[in-house]
């Protein structure tokens, strides 16, 4: 049995040939770039109003205003400002030539035909700021001031969220490069088991953990190959395993790796070539945890209990697959107190508890009967850390707690 660190270790250390692909813009969410992209324009492009207002000489901002334009968004304009002038202009236009201030509609008043003055009291105003013509620029957007031309705006190994495929969108890289995605096979085993469409008579159970898996990985863009449930017969559950061997990169198999006499997976993978890394993490729940290579071929076999299935599939598998795609993706971990006192009868284990978040930030583990007890996860906002070691832990004490 190993520590779950060393076994985060030596998992995230593992290394696999993927590739690079080009995807399209809008279907990039989720996936890792593969190259550092550079701005082909600056940002702004232009020197922009960020306030519907008037546009104007600073020097002149407390004289009585001829408005020359007026400015829409998307229009260049086509009249320089001079002494006492000045355009009406709409948020996102070009600033006229002449103008150096904008203020804004809210502190404005027109009073007769196009003609405006500025309302805003002069003992409001920073008039050293006025002066050095520095105020009203804050209404003003300057070409280049977000990003300039040839300036790398994300980097390699980045994770695209929404956010950055807006920076992708206004740059241009309409086809972003990013890490292929690995082909990742899905085989439940267990004779007990029948899929979710079957109502399970007695000794049955209804197999949860295969589109638990599914599920997971569709939540991180992966699409998987799905086997099956494979029942506890050795050359069975070799066959299909050998087959989603052949066909995919990464292999996730479920159950069959406890001591049992019908645990036939550490057999399997032997037999197929898989050189067994570790099958026991000092971690509750998910002991038997058997981490499994071959030539470019990667093997988890899960636990069979779903809560084991799916905390291990978020601490381990997760981060290899970002790792992969070259994105150093961690769990997100925060620091909060813990709500009530906690007491465990047993410490030789790493514990990770399903627990809610309160509104002031308080931990508190949820109502969880092991790791069997798949109901207990879904109220749950996070996992919380015990430590080895560790079997009280009193009321305010900080913990780790990572969000699921
Ligand atoms: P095993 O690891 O095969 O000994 O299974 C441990 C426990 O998890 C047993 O109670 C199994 O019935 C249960 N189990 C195994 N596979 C699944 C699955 N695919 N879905 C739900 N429960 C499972
Ligand atoms: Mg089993």
Same mark, same amino acid.
């Given at each position: %049995?190993?520590?779950?660190?060393?076994?985060?270790?030596?998992?995230?250390?593992?290394?696999?040939?993927? &590739?690079?692909?080009?995807?399209?813009?809008?279907?990039?969410?989720?996936?890792?770039?593969?190259?550092?992209?550079? +701005?082909?324009?600056?940002? @702004?492009?232009?020197?922009?109003?960020? %306030?519907?207002?008037?546009?104007?000489?600073?020097?002149?901002?407390?004289?009585?205003?001829?408005?020359?334009?007026?400015?829409?968004?998307?229009?260049?304009?086509?009249?320089?400002?001079?002494?006492?002038?000045?355009?009406?202009?709409?948020?996102?236009?070009?600033?006229?030539? #002449?103008?150096?201030?904008?203020? *804004?509609?809210?502190?404005?008043?027109?009073?007769?035909?196009?003609?405006?003055?500025?309302?805003?009291?002069?003992?409001?105003?920073?008039?050293?700021?006025?002066?050095?013509?520095?105020?009203?620029?804050?209404?003003?957007?300057?070409? &280049?001031?977000?990003?300039?031309?040839?300036?790398?705006?994300?980097?390699?190994?980045?994770?695209?969220? @929404? !956010?950055?495929?807006?920076?992708?969108?206004?740059?241009?890289?309409? /086809?972003?490069?990013? +890490?292929?995605?690995?082909?990742?096979?899905?085989?439940?085993?267990? +004779?007990?088991?029948?899929?979710?469409?079957?109502?399970?008579?007695?000794?049955?159970?209804?197999?949860?953990?295969?589109?638990?898996?599914?599920? !997971?990985?569709?939540?991180? /863009?992966?699409?998987?190959?799905?086997?099956?449930?494979?029942?506890?017969?050795?050359?069975?559950?070799?066959?299909?395993?050998?087959?989603?061997?052949?066909?995919?990169?990464?292999?996730?198999? +479920? #159950?069959?790796?406890?001591?049992?006499?019908?645990?036939?997976? @550490?057999?399997?993978?032997?037999?197929?070539?898989?050189?067994?890394?570790?099958?026991?993490?000092?971690?509750?729940?998910?002991?038997?945890?058997?981490?499994? %290579?071959?030539?470019?071929?990667?093997?988890?076999?899960?636990? $069979?209990?779903?809560?084991?299935?799916?905390?291990?599939?978020?601490?381990?598998?997760?981060?290899?697959?970002?790792?992969?795609?070259?994105?150093?993706?961690? /769990? !997100?971990?925060?620091?909060?107190?813990?709500?009530?006192?906690?007491?465990?009868?047993?410490?030789?284990?790493?514990?990770?508890?399903?627990?809610?978040?309160?509104?002031?930030?308080?931990?508190?583990?949820?109502?969880?009967?092991?790791?069997?007890?798949?109901?207990?996860?879904?109220?749950?906002? $996070?996992?919380?850390? *015990? @430590?080895? $070691?560790?079997?009280?832990?009193?009321?305010?004490?900080?913990? /780790?707690?990572? !969000?699921?």
């Amino acid at each position: %049995m190993i520590e779950f660190q060393k076994a985060y270790e030596i998992v995230i250390g593992t290394k696999l040939n993927i &590739g690079t692909e080009k995807v399209a813009l809008n279907n990039s969410l989720g996936r890792v770039l593969a190259q550092d992209v550079f +701005s082909d324009i600056d940002m @702004p492009p232009f020197n922009k109003s960020a %306030m519907d207002g008037f546009a104007c000489r600073s020097i002149d901002l407390f004289n009585e205003l001829e408005i020359i334009e007026i400015i829409p968004a998307g229009k260049i304009p086509q009249k320089e400002i001079g002494e006492n002038q000045c355009s009406k202009i709409m948020t996102g236009a070009p600033l006229p030539v #002449g103008a150096d201030t904008i203020f *804004i509609v809210e502190d404005s008043k027109e009073i007769g035909e196009n003609r405006v003055i500025y309302t805003k009291p002069k003992s409001e105003i920073d008039t050293c700021n006025i002066e050095a013509g520095n105020d009203a620029k804050a209404n003003i957007s300057f070409k &280049g001031e977000d990003i300039k031309i040839g300036d790398v705006v994300l980097q390699k190994g980045t994770l695209l969220k @929404p !956010q950055h495929i807006a920076v992708l969108a206004s740059v241009g890289c309409i /086809n972003p490069e990013v +890490s292929k995605l690995p082909k990742v096979g899905v085989i439940a085993t267990g +004779s007990e088991l029948v899929e979710p469409n079957i109502k399970p008579k007695d000794s049955q159970i209804r197999n949860s953990n295969g589109s638990q898996m599914i599920a !997971q990985l569709a939540a991180i /863009n992966i699409n998987a190959n799905y086997y099956g449930i494979a029942v506890d017969d050795e050359k069975i559950t070799q066959e299909i395993f050998d087959k989603a061997v052949s066909e995919n990169d990464i292999i996730m198999l +479920s #159950g069959g790796v406890s001591e049992g006499d019908f645990d036939f997976v @550490p057999k399997i993978l032997k037999n197929a070539g898989f050189d067994i890394k570790f099958d026991r993490i000092a971690v509750q729940p998910g002991k038997p945890t058997t981490f499994a %290579m071959s030539q470019n071929k990667i093997c988890f076999g899960m636990p $069979g209990n779903p809560v084991s299935s799916f905390v291990l599939f978020e601490l381990l598998l997760k981060p290899l697959i970002y790792k992969l795609a070259g994105s150093d993706y961690k /769990n !997100q971990r925060i620091i909060l107190a813990l709500g009530i006192d906690f007491n465990r009868s047993r410490a030789n284990r790493l514990a990770f508890i399903p627990v809610t978040i309160s509104e002031n930030g308080e931990v508190f583990p949820v109502e969880y009967h092991g790791s069997a007890h798949i109901n207990g996860l879904t109220v749950a906002d $996070g996992l919380f850390e *015990i @430590p080895i $070691g560790v079997t009280n832990m009193k009321k305010g004490e900080k913990v /780790n707690v990572r !969000q699921i």
